[in-house]
């Protein structure tokens, strides 16, 4: 199973940005999806989660900002990024709770960056 993460870069303050993560692999269901992020020198930190009947959950810093999505057929989870702040500068890593077999694991794409500057 792989995460493959895209849509990152360089966006002036007030912008928008898509971030898209798509599995591959064989499995046999997702189950919660999500984004996390790591700020330059910070820890990680949750960002916002979808499960498979697209219930959301997101952290207090990108509400009312941030809307997180999925598309179960391509198996691709979503994060439009709208308002941007320089705060939002980070590493942004794909989240995802996939069952291969019959136990679900957690699996993480490879971060994309995203650099808001002011």
């Known amino acids: 199973v792989q995460l493959q993460a895209s849509g990152g870069g360089l966006v002036q303050a007030g912008g928008s940005l898509r971030l898209s993560c798509t599995a591959s692999?064989?499995?046999?269901?997702?189950?919660?999806m999500g984004w996390y992020r790591q700020p330059p020198g910070k820890a990680r930190e949750l960002v916002a989660i979808i499960t498979s009947t697209g219930s959301t959950n997101y952290g207090d810093p990108v509400k009312g900002r941030f809307t997180i999505s999925r598309d179960n057929a391509k198996k691709t989870v979503y994060l439009q990024m709208n308002s941007l702040k320089p705060e939002d500068t980070a590493v942004y890593l794909c989240?995802?709770?996939?069952?291969?077999?019959?136990?679900?694991?957690?699996?993480w794409g490879k971060g994309t960056l995203v650099t808001v500057s002011s």
């Open positions: 692999g064989r499995m046999m269901s997702i189950n919660d």
């Open positions: 989240n995802a709770h996939i069952a291969v077999f019959i136990h679900a694991t957690d699996y």
